[in-house]
Nanobody, 123 residues
């Protein structure tokens, strides 16, 4: 079992930046991916970005390309999401997740989830 704890959410004005962190409780064996999803009120959970923790390869949703950057620290078992040029439509609860099968974009492919952290972007 892997516990994930997100942090770094908050309230920011449009055009501002936030950095989210996702700390895993333990290192997992083999190749795995850490991803970020978000869910706005009344909407389905959507994929934001994922990173293959060993290879460092990434996959971004089109809506965040050029604005968001994912990174990871293998030793600290932590993934980071740097969010720049934030827009009101980025407002959502952001969830961190781990997929033991590698990079994926479907929420159903992910095995472990954090509780989420609220990001609110005011106009």
């Amino acid at each position: 079992q892997v516990q994930l704890v997100e942090s770094g959410g908050g309230l920011v004005q449009a055009g501002g930046s936030l950095r989210l962190s996702c700390a895993a409780s333990r290192r997992t064996a083999g190749r795995y991916a850490m991803g970020w999803f978000r869910q706005a009120p009344g909407k389905e959970r959507e994929f934001v970005v994922a990173i293959d923790v060993i290879a460092g390869t990434t996959n971004y949703a089109d809506s965040v390309k050029g604005r968001f950057t994912i990174s990871r620290d293998i030793v600290k078992k932590t993934a980071y999401l740097q969010m720049n040029s934030l827009k009101p439509e980025d407002t959502a609860v952001y969830f961190c997740a781990v997929n033991m099968g590698g990079l994926a974009m479907r929420a159903s492919d992910y095995d472990y989830w954090g509780e989420g952290t609220q990001v609110t972007v005011s106009s």
